[in-house]
């Protein structure tokens, strides 16, 4: 079974920031594109940002300019750290370890609440 564990959520004030951390094992971090997404409530899962396995990262405009996502290849984690937050980026978070090509795989984590106050 394959694990995938997110931490880093929480409550902070509209302007603060949070960083998400989501770590899973070697043989499956190595080979990932590691995304993460959030769904708020009455609205579909959206992807956030996105990191490949040879480090190219992708942003939801959205988010540009003030989430960061990194990876840290030796832990097997991948970061998103969140500055500026907005009240409308109040969402669980999900982190999501991918692979299209052989051999393909969607694992997914169980979701960390985010809450932003205004």
């Known amino acids: 079974q394959v694990q995938i564990v997110e931490t880093g959520g929480g409550s902070v004030q509209s302007g603060g920031s949070l960083r998400l951390s989501c770590a899973t094992s070697?043989?499956?971090?190595?080979?990932?594109?590691m995304r993460w997404y959030r769904q708020a409530p009455g609205k579909q899962r959206e992807l956030v940002a996105e990191i490949t396995s040879g480090g190219t990262m992708n942003y939801a405009d959205s988010v540009t300019g003030r989430f960061a996502i990194s990876r840290d290849n030796a832990k097997n984690t991948v970061y998103l750290q969140m500055n500026s937050l907005k009240a409308e980026d109040t969402a669980v978070y999900y982190c999501?370890?991918?692979?299209?090509?052989?051999?393909?795989?969607?694992?997914w984590g169980q979701g960390t609440q985010v809450t932003v106050s205004s």
């Open positions: 999501n370890a991918n692979r299209a090509t052989t051999p393909k795989f969607d694992y």
């Open positions: 070697r043989t499956i971090f190595q080979i990932s594109s």
